[in-house]
């Protein structure tokens, strides 16, 4: 078995790369790549959670003219559609995983309980945790420091479709600069955009690290629990 860097990590997975190339959507082939990464770092005995954005089908602050809780609910459900997603795909490569969330919908998941939440995790099984955090005006990186903290994840896995953080937007300026090592002060102090405010001041006051990567190479999932330097470490 490898040695790995961690026991027990909180993985965030934008809504956004689970739609590989087709920019909307979850794409299959990109969704099993993923999970047959988490699946081999599950085999060396890490324990795993998960929170998984919904911005591949729906973004709250882009409902323009809606009612900005009414909007912050349904990107809450575009997570379940997400979560049950990846479960899917976890379970067809044999891995045991559970869905919880924090809204209460018992037919297709379990309610949020955290005592549940670390025993499932201590008998090797997979955590995905939906709806973030139940509440309007929360995003779904606060709700990944927030159970991070609550079940004492080592690290923040921040799976986004960019390498790592830059000091502007790498899409739209060539000659953005990729930072290898951040203060959570230069975080906020610059806004640079790495997470909102209320999760970087979540993980800074709780002293959880954040690994911000790129999963258009799910290899890379493998390399940063391994300990690998990649990407941009925040701490």
Same mark, same amino acid.
């Given at each position: 078995m490898?040695?790995?860097?961690?026991?027990?990590?909180? *993985?965030?997975?934008?809504?956004?790369?689970?739609?590989?190339?087709?920019?909307?959507?979850?794409?299959?082939?990109?969704?099993? /790549?993923?999970? %047959?990464?988490?699946?081999?770092?599950?085999?060396?005995?890490? /324990?795993?959670?998960?929170?998984?954005?919904?911005?591949?089908?729906?973004?709250g602050r882009k409902g323009k003219g809606m009612d900005r809780t009414t909007a912050d609910h349904m990107g809450m *459900?575009?997570?379940?559609?997400?979560?049950?997603?990846?479960?899917?795909? *976890?379970? %067809?490569?044999?891995? #045991?995983?559970r869905v919880q969330t924090a809204i209460d919908m018992r037919q297709i998941a379990e309610p949020y309980i955290r005592r549940k939440a670390v025993r499932h995790l201590e008998k090797n099984r997979i955590v995905i945790f939906?709806?973030?955090?139940?509440? #309007?005006?929360?995003?779904?990186?606060?709700?990944?420091?927030?159970?991070?903290?609550e079940i004492d994840a080592e690290v923040i896995l921040l799976a986004k479709k960019v390498d790592g953080v830059y000091d %502007?937007? #790498?899409?739209?300026? #060539?000659?953005?600069?990729?930072?290898?090592?951040?203060?959570?002060?230069?975080?906020?102090?610059?806004? *640079?955009?790495v997470m909102d405010s209320t999760a970087a001041s979540l993980c800074k006051d709780n002293s959880i690290p954040i690994i911000v990567f790129g999963l258009d190479n799910p290899e890379n999932i493998i390399k940063v629990v391994l300990g /690998?330097?990649?990407?941009?470490?925040?701490?």
């Open positions: 490898q040695k790995t860097k961690y026991k027990r990590i909180m *993985l965030k997975i934008s809504g956004e790369a689970l739609a590989g190339k087709r920019g909307h959507g979850i794409d299959t082939d990109t969704v099993n /790549e993923v999970c %047959s990464k988490i699946k081999d770092v599950h085999a060396f005995g890490v /324990e795993i959670a998960i929170v998984v954005g919904g911005g591949n089908f729906w973004r *459900l575009a997570t379940v559609i997400n979560a049950l997603g990846l479960q899917d795909a *976890l379970e %067809s490569h044999g891995v #045991p995983t939906a709806c973030g955090t139940g509440n #309007p005006y929360f995003s779904t990186d606060t709700t990944a420091a927030l159970r991070a903290a %502007s937007d #790498p899409h739209k300026n #060539p000659n953005a600069q990729k930072f290898d090592k951040l203060s959570f002060l230069d975080v906020l102090n610059k806004e *640079l955009g /690998e330097c990649i990407g941009t470490t925040v701490m």
